[in-house]
């Protein structure tokens, strides 16, 4: 166990719909990182929080947004949502902003099925 | 555009073995190297990392190998045990960036 939470595990919405997915990252952690990992895919990064603040942006659409609040968590919200956003959707966290990233502990991810 | 690339996608090994895992990048701003393994269920959790003032960086059954001229790097695990089994991720740093760039993954099966 990681120490970071995501929820919910699954998701199974409509083409469309709009979905929000949450994390709790570890304890005393100040950074929130996003990341995306579509069938046979890396993990794409998204976008990072440090301590409410984003502070660095990777391969996000437009269509999603995120936000990190004054209790750290963070929420990812992904709207308009296509087939092809179907995916797992990871947060991690770490205590600092960028290295080092052996630091960056996993949530066990949100699979989000778009139909 | 992938920048790191891990071009295996399975590799089945026997049970005391050694397991190589390759991973090959594109970017050569990359400075850090890092390794995770994933099992089923579970996000990915850290191996090893390594430095590119480095060649070379041994943890217990784990030793990563980086060749910066061929932008190349191999993860051993030797001996393999069955808890190995698990997929692998590659990922790499570049200089002044926060994020990371991960390969496609390898999954590593350890026969008993």
């Known amino acids: 166990d990681s120490g970071v939470t995501q929820t919910p595990k699954h998701l199974i919405t409509a083409t469309g719909q709009r979905v929000t997915l949450r994390c709790s990252p570890r304890?005393?952690?100040?950074?929130v990182y996003w990341y995306q990992q579509s069938l046979d895919q890396g993990l794409q990064f998204l976008i990072q929080?440090?301590?409410?603040?984003?502070?660095a942006k990777g391969n996000i659409l437009e269509r999603f947004s995120a936000q990190q609040f004054p209790d750290l968590h963070s929420e990812l919200n992904l709207s308009s949502l296509e087939l092809g956003d179907s995916a797992l959707y990871f947060c991690?966290?770490?205590?600092?902003?960028?290295?080092?990233?052996?630091?960056?502990?996993f949530g066990p991810g949100t699979r989000l099925t778009v139909l | 555009d992938q920048q790191v690339k891990q071009n295996s996608p399975s590799l089945s090994v026997q049970e005391g073995r050694i397991s190589i895992l390759n991973c090959d990048y594109t970017n050569s701003m990359f400075d850090y190297f890092l390794w995770y393994k994933k099992y089923p269920a579970e996000g990915p959790t850290f191996l090893i990392s390594i430095s590119s003032i480095k060649d070379k960086n041994e943890d217990g059954r784990f030793t990563v190998f980086l060749n910066k001229s061929a932008k190349h790097l191999s993860l051993h695990i030797v001996p393999s045990q069955p808890g190995d089994s698990a997929v692998y991720f590659c990922?790499?740093?570049?200089?002044?960036?926060?994020?990371?760039?991960f390969g496609t993954g390898t999954r590593l099966t350890v026969i008993p």
């Open positions: 929080y440090y301590n409410g603040e984003e502070r």
């Open positions: 991690a966290s770490s205590v600092s902003s960028g290295r080092p990233y052996n630091e960056q502990f």
């Open positions: 990922a790499a740093a570049a200089t002044g960036a926060n994020n990371l760039f």
């Open positions: 304890s005393g952690d100040l950074s």
